[in-house]
């Protein structure tokens, strides 16, 4: 069974950074795509950042030049690097791997909160 398990979110002010991981059973070239979500309550769940397994990086509109999706390979890990937060960035964040047209996984997810 695959596995994705994060950590690293918190409580930071507006314009503050925070580093997001995600620890994977699977390794990182067994996905065809990894990345990140964000659910806010009340709210769809929406992308944030993906990265294939060639290393193909993609952005929502609403992160783009603040954060950062990257990978190590040896160790299976996913994070994504967070700079410049909002008020709007807080959120419950997943990390989620594809392998396959039937083979979507998700972590438990990680709560990022953001003070003004």
């Known amino acids: 069974q695959v596995q994705l398990v994060e950590s690293g979110g918190g409580l930071v002010q507006a314009g503050g950074s925070l580093r997001l991981s995600c620890s994977a059973s699977?390794?990182?070239?067994?996905?065809?795509?990894m990345g990140w979500y964000r659910q806010a309550p009340g709210k769809e769940r929406e992308l944030v950042a993906t990265i294939s397994r060639f290393g193909t990086t993609n952005y929502a509109d609403s992160v783009k030049g603040r954060f950062t999706i990257a990978r190590d390979i040896a160790k299976k890990m996913v994070y994504l690097e967070m700079n410049s937060l909002k008020p709007e960035d807080a959120a419950v964040y997943y990390c989620n791997g594809e392998i396959g047209p039937r083979g979507n996984y998700w972590g438990q997810g990680t709560q990022v909160t953001v003070t003004v």
């Open positions: 699977e390794r990182i070239f067994s996905f065809n795509v």
